[in-house]
Antibody, heavy 128, light 110 residues
Framework: QVQLQESGPGLLKPSQTLSLTCAVS??????????WTWVRQPAGKGLEWIGRIYPTGSTNYNPSLKSRVTISLDTSKNLFSLSLTSVTAADTAVYYCARDHDFYDSRGSWTGDAFDIWGPGTMVSVSS | QSVLTQPPSASGTPGQRITISCSGG????????VNWYQQVPGTAPKLLIFSTNQRPSGVPDRVSGSKSGTSASLAISGLQSEDEADYYCAAWDDNLNTWVFGGGTKLTVL
């Protein structure tokens, strides 16, 4: 059973760089039909997709964060990472890593993808 | 303001059937499948419905999803106290090239 676990500093000062890692266990990060995603959630608010990385290393980012975000893959350690530069108080949130998995019907036709496995989340606060 | 629109709250009594709506547009729900996530406060979201109307293993068949045009719905029948949680819809946005979520609906079981 694939499991995800986030780790990283919980407290940052404005203008610093947020760096988080997500360790993947119980499966390979290079598995077909799986992409690796970051989602965040400010306290009391909804979910915001940050971006994802494919096993090939290609990425998609949320346009609202694209200029500050980098997601990378470390296949030797079976983990992926998030870097968010120039943080402000608005970046204070619980950060989740998740697996974005392709789904197919009985005929083998692609029906969509979804975040089927999530890490427990890690709280990141930005404060001077 | 979220790209997908959900009612902020919903409620029902045990045994009742409730629905939660999710309204989008032609670049989101109109052209892509919809996923639903359940989140108990203080815990990570859990996938409840994928590909608009499919249930992952372990999700009971009293939970169902559907869509029509640019709107989607989540239905829960035989409401139970354990269903009390926040529910989020999500879809890919072809214009923004990003996943977008609804603002979430807080379900209260009275």
């Amino acid at each position: 059973q694939v499991q995800l676990q986030e780790s990283g500093p919980g407290l940052l000062k404005p203008s610093q760089t947020l760096s988080l890692t997500c360790a993947v266990s119980g499966g390979s990060i290079t598995s077909a039909n799986s992409y690796w995603t970051w989602v965040r959630q400010p306290a009391g608010k909804g979910l915001e997709w940050i971006g994802r990385i494919y096993p090939t290393g290609s990425t998609n980012y949320n346009p609202s964060l694209k200029s500050r975000v980098t997601i990378s893959l470390d296949t030797s350690k079976n983990l992926f990472s998030l870097s968010l530069t120039s943080v402000t108080a608005a970046d204070t949130a619980v950060y989740y890593c998740a697996r974005d998995h392709d789904f197919y019907d009985s005929r083998g036709s692609w029906t969509g993808d979804a975040f089927d496995i999530w890490g427990p989340g890690t709280m990141v606060s930005v404060s001077s | 303001q979220s790209v997908l629109t959900q009612p902020p709250s919903a409620s029902g009594t045990p045994g009742q059937r409730i629905t939660i709506s999710c309204s989008g547009g032609s670049s989101t729900i109109g052209s892509n499948s919809v996923n639903w996530y359940q989140q108990v406060p203080g815990t990570a979201p859990k996938l409840l419905i994928f590909s608009t109307n499919q249930r992952p293993s372990g999700v009971p068949d009293r939970v169902s999803g559907s869509k029509s045009g640019t709107s989607a719905s989540l239905a829960i029948s035989g409401l139970q106290s354990e269903d009390e949680a926040d529910y989020y819809c999500a879809a890919w946005d072809d214009n923004l090239n990003t996943w977008v979520f609804g603002g979430g609906t807080k379900l209260t079981v009275l």
